[in-house]
Every structure is written in C-alpha cells, then in structure tokens.
C-alpha cells in the first residue's frame, strides 16, 4: 500500500522493531560490559591484551595462551586438533587471531590453554538469555504506561458528530460545564472506557529481581531490595553464598590457567576479581541499627 493506513501500520511496525532492537541491545551490552571488567590482571606484558582475552572466554569458554616469537605473548581464541587427553584437554591446538590469521604448531609444551569457568563454558548464552527476558518485560512496562493514556470511546451519531466534538473539546479543556442547545442528545455523549490495569510497577520489580540474578550469576554483588534500611544482617548477606561460589568457579579457572602460564613463560601473572565490595558480610561490615538493621 502506498496510501492510508497501510502506510501507517508499516510505520508503526518499523517503530515497534526499531525500539525492540534497542531493547535489547541496551541490555546485551550492559551485561557483556560488565562481564569484561570483572577481573583484574596484574604484571601483564604489553602485548597481551586482556580485553580480548577475556572476550573470548565470555564468548567461547576458552582461549589459548601462546609465546610467538614476533608479537610477544599473545592469547587468542582457540580450535580444538589432534586427540584429547585423559582430562580432555587437546594435544594440538591452533589459536586463531581476531582478523583470521591463525598460529599453528600449538600443542601442551608451548601454549596454555585457559577456561572460563570449571565447567569449560562460555556466558554467551546466558546474556543473550538474561538481555532477552530483561527487554521483555522492559517493553511490557513502556506498554502498559503508554495504554494508560487510551482514550475511551464516546458513541453518537453522523448528525450529531460535531456537536460531540465540540463538548469533547470543552471537557477535555476542564471547563466545569458544557453549554449546549436545548436539542442536544445528552444520552448519546455516553463513555465507553478502556479500563487498562496497571501493572508497570509490578513488571519493574519483577526486571529488578531478574537483573539481579543475572548478575548474581555471573558473580557479582547486587541487591534488588530497594528498602535496605529494613534489612537485617541475615537478610542483606543471604544471597551472597550464590554470588562466592559463581564468583570462584570464575576466578579458580582463570587462576589455573595463569599458573600454568607463569610457569611456561616465565612471566608474574596474578588476577583477581575486580571488586571492593567484601563478598560475605559480617557484623565488623555493616553499620548496625535496632534489631541488627542494616543502615
């Protein structure tokens, strides 16, 4: 159609995908962001980028660490060859640079191989997962707030259509009365209201929760309550235990692979995780009020 409503229609679905879209890249990228600052390495040589390296276990669950004899100590992105071991780790590897240029010949006495977690799995799909649950109930609540403003419904007839016009103009100017001819059909302005029920508030706590599991998840510290002030010590550090032990299985198997780096290429490798806040919360932590609240 190149006229009407067609038109009108195509246009709204091309809004509605465009804002979808945005969504969801606000928060696929919100989360890969954070996951790429999670940790923090100390005593790395110049040419081994950290960035990338920690792209490549979010998104691949692994990457090989590798001495070439041009670029210095490089670590790269992977591809399993050759057999595996009683622990199922490849006797050759190929380690395959950002622009396709790959680096052959890598096997266990000259590369290390480092995972993502003790599980050997890349988070890719779990913030594709978490960034698709996050926008949609993100665009359930610009919905439900945007349906709040739908106008009713009012029923006349052709002839009296423009009479309607005009005391729906009043009303909606707030006038307190309405002047009207002596004929006009006052049991025609009759209201058919769409009663939309509000739900955004509900969907935002619900996004809360969701987001804060997400980031519980992939070890890091967050608090979906809003009302702090009437959390106790109990209630404030309960749900940290989730938070240490996604947060070790992280670092242990970064931690292992640097080791075994250190110990190759003679290098003084550490990582940590890349936080201030202590993970588990104890009475010298937190500021005690009535009852053992947390202020």
């Known amino acids: 159609m190149k006229h009407g409503i067609g038109r009108d229609v195509f246009g709204e679905l091309r ?8 969504a969801f890249n606000e928060y696929f990228l919100k989360l890969m962001d954070m996951l790429l600052v999670r940790f923090r390495y100390n005593n790395v040589p110049d ?19 590798f001495k070439d004899e041009y670029a210095g100590l490089m670590g790269l992105g992977t591809s399993y060859q050759g057999v595996l071991d009683q622990y199922g780790l490849p006797s050759e590897r190929q380690a395959i640079a950002a622009n396709g240029v790959p680096f052959l010949n890598l096997n266990e006495t000259n590369s290390v191989m480092i995972f993502n977690n003790r599980m050997r799995a890349p988070d890719i799909h779990l913030v594709l997962l978490y960034a698709q649950r ?8 610009e919905t439900n707030c945007k349906l ?3 106008s009713g419904v009012a029923i006349t007839t052709q002839d009296k259509l423009l009479s309607m016009k005009n005391a729906l103009n009043k009303w909606d100017g707030n006038q307190p009365f309405i002047l009207a001819t002596k004929d006009f059909d006052v049991d025609a302005f009759k209201g058919m209201g769409f009663e939309i029920p509000f739900v955004a508030d509900k969907l935002l706590t619900i996004k809360r929760e969701l987001f804060s599991e997400a980031l519980s998840n992939f070890g890091i510290i967050n608090s979906a309550n809003e009302k702090r002030e009437r959390m106790n010590i109990m209630e404030t550090a309960s749900p940290f235990g989730h938070v240490e032990m996604a947060r070790n299985s992280y670092l242990t198997a970064r931690q292992e692979g640097i080791d075994w780096v250190n110990k190759m290429f003679g290098t003084n490798i550490t990582v940590e995780f890349n936080s201030n806040i202590p993970v588990v919360l104890d009475n010298d932590n937190l500021t005690e009020g009535n009852g053992g609240e947390y202020e």
């Not at 040419?47 to 660490?65: A, F, M, N, Q």
Request: zero cysteines; proline letters at 0%; charged letters at 20%.
């Open 15 to 22: 809004n509605s995908l465009q804002l979808n879209n945005g």
């Open 148 to 150: 709040q403003k739908f």
């Open 134 to 141: 996050l926008w949609d109930i993100q665009r359930s609540i």
């Open 47 to 65: 040419s081994l980028d950290i960035r990338y390296l920690e792209l490549k276990l979010i998104t691949e669950g692994s990457v090989i660490v």
